[in-house]
């Protein structure tokens, strides 16, 4: 794992673990590691991601997705949750929160609540 970066080198690892709990719920994990090593005057750095997803199925038509990730480059945190309504086939009602911002002290950079309707069309 890694390779050639610009005139230094990048180590790249990455990992997900998930678990299921038949038949509603299903837990993620995810990381991932950089390191790179730069020539003078950038020198080195290493970088962090860590991210958990929850995916839980209420019903054949209810469901509801929330994603949490850290950066560590950036001190940056990202939280998302979606709710989804699939009131007929191929047709949705999304509901959407997001939440970034940074760490210490806390200063949102965005958040919003998006709303998104699906309707598929058939003669």
């Known amino acids: 794992m890694g390779g050639y970066y610009a005139n230094g080198h990048l180590l790249s690892i990455s990992g997900n673990v998930g678990y299921r709990i038949q038949p509603y719920v299903n837990i993620d994990f995810s990381s991932t590691y950089n390191q790179i090593k730069l020539p003078s005057p ?7 991601l860590l991210g958990p997803k929850l995916d839980v199925t209420f019903s054949n038509k209810l469901f509801l997705t929330t994603f949490f990730q850290y950066n560590e480059q950036t001190k940056n945190i990202n939280f998302n949750t979606r709710f989804q309504w699939r009131y007929k086939p191929v047709s949705d009602l999304f509901i959407v929160y997001t939440d970034n911002y940074y760490i210490g002290p806390v200063f949102v950079k965005n958040r919003a609540v998006v709303l998104k309707f699906t309707y598929w069309w058939n003669k």
């Not at 950038?42 to 962090?48: I, Q, S, T």
Request: avoid cysteine; charged fraction near 0%; hydrophobic fraction near 45%.
């Open 42 to 48: 950038w020198g080195n750095n290493n970088f962090l």
